[in-house]
């Protein structure tokens, strides 16, 4: 009976590469697959795709398995990066992530995947797949600082069924290990913190490139003028640097903050104190939802909800509107809640899904 066949995302790090190596250890036939999503600037110094190609290779010789080399530039360009620049230019903050997975990880790399006889698609994630009589959960990774189920949340039934998370019953720490005791030639390779597709470049001079700048005042919340923006795209509420305002002092003397962008009039508000009620909100509207189990939750859904990565998870109420719109009910305010970032609901350890911040 021949192996069960795994295509596994590797991107040249360490966590996809031990998920590699320990699937072989499971008995699985396992082909890499290293994707290509961005190339507008890739001879640039922010660009590492030739060496991330480098060490997959040197990664797959080790463990004795043959890798492909995909291009999905044109995909990303298309279904991630043209929603991207839609969302900063009507004032929203975006987690290109979130698309990246639903549109390019585990849906173009699924399809080519199935094209070339898989069985499975397999990336280094730290998230875990159940199966329960043919009903797909989505659980955090056990390892709870690493834990990605937040950008993961618009998976749906039939990509769950196809996926596996290896590393998603790992501590980060022990994965680091096993590449040390493997030998692979990324072991202490440091982690990529960069957007998806931008990497690690300087992220205002990248969307400067792309979006014009639009100056305009900016105000405190009493209405004074403080100073001059760029353009609302390039802040976010909760900001606190790069506001350009050169130290001006008022009041308590403390941090300033992004809190408003009033876009009819391209003015950008500010205020001084973190607890300002201008950053506070209990109640946050979503859209777009989408449900790992296919549907909501019978009502009324009592969970706990993250509108940001690496927050605390919150408990809230969800009130639906309609299948794909609802409000969520904080008891406890929730600081800086910014349009365009994803809020992501929990029962537990179970992702239930989520939806965008509108």
């Known amino acids: 009976m021949p192996k069960p066949r795994v295509i596994v995302g590797m991107s040249g790090g360490v966590d996809s590469s031990v998920c590699a190596w320990l699937l072989k250890q499971q008995g699985y036939e396992v082909i890499g697959l290293f994707m290509k999503n961005w190339e507008d600037d890739d001879d640039g110094e922010y ?4 060496q991330d190609w480098i060490d997959v290779l040197s990664v797959a010789d080790l463990i004795g398995i043959d890798v492909e080399a995909v291009n999905f530039a044109q995909e990303y360009k298309d279904r991630v990066f043209a929603e991207f620049l839609r969302e900063y230019s009507a004032g ?3 987690n290109p992530d979130v698309l990246c997975n639903a549109e390019i990880k585990f849906k173009a790399f699924l399809d080519h995947a199935i094209t070339l006889g898989a ?4 990336t280094g994630h730290y998230a875990r797949v159940h199966n329960i009589n043919g009903h797909f959960s989505l659980l955090k990774g056990t390892d709870n600082s690493k834990d990605q189920s937040y950008f993961l949340h618009r998976l749906n039934q039939a990509q769950l069924a196809r996926t596996l998370f290896p590393v998603g019953e790992l501590a980060k720490t022990r994965v680091r290990e096993l590449a040390t005791e493997i030998g692979l030639p990324n072991a202490r390779k440091k982690d990529s913190t960069g957007i998806c597709f931008i990497g690690e470049r300087p992220f205002r001079t990248f969307l400067n490139r792309y979006l014009p700048t639009r100056p ?7 209405g004074h003028w403080m100073g001059e923006h760029i353009g ?3 802040y976010t509420l909760g900001q606190r640097k790069g ?3 050169g130290g001006v002092k008022e009041g308590n003397g403390g941090c300033w903050y992004v809190a408003r962008k009033d876009l009819a009039n391209n003015t950008l508000y500010i205020v001084q104190d973190h607890d300002h009620p201008w950053l506070q909100q209990h109640t946050v509207p979503i859209e777009s939802i989408s449900w790992v189990a296919g549907a909501p939750p019978s009502q009324p859904i009592h969970c706990s909800a993250k509108t940001r990565y690496r927050q605390t998870d919150a408990p809230c109420q969800v009130i639906l509107t309609d299948a794909h719109q609802a409000h969520i009910h904080f008891p406890a305010q929730q600081w ?3 349009p365009g970032q994803s809020a992501v609901l929990y029962s537990g350890d179970i992702c239930l899904g989520g939806g965008i911040i509108s």
């Not at 305009?216 to 009493?222: A, S, T, V």
């Open 47 to 50: 660009c590492s795709a030739r």
């Open 243 to 245: 506001l350009g305002i």
């Open 216 to 222: 305009g005042p900016i105000k405190n919340d009493r």
């Open 119 to 122: 069985d499975h698609i397999a």
């Open 336 to 338: 800086a809640v910014t």
């Open 92 to 94: 929203r903050t975006p």
């Open 232 to 234: 609302l795209a390039f």
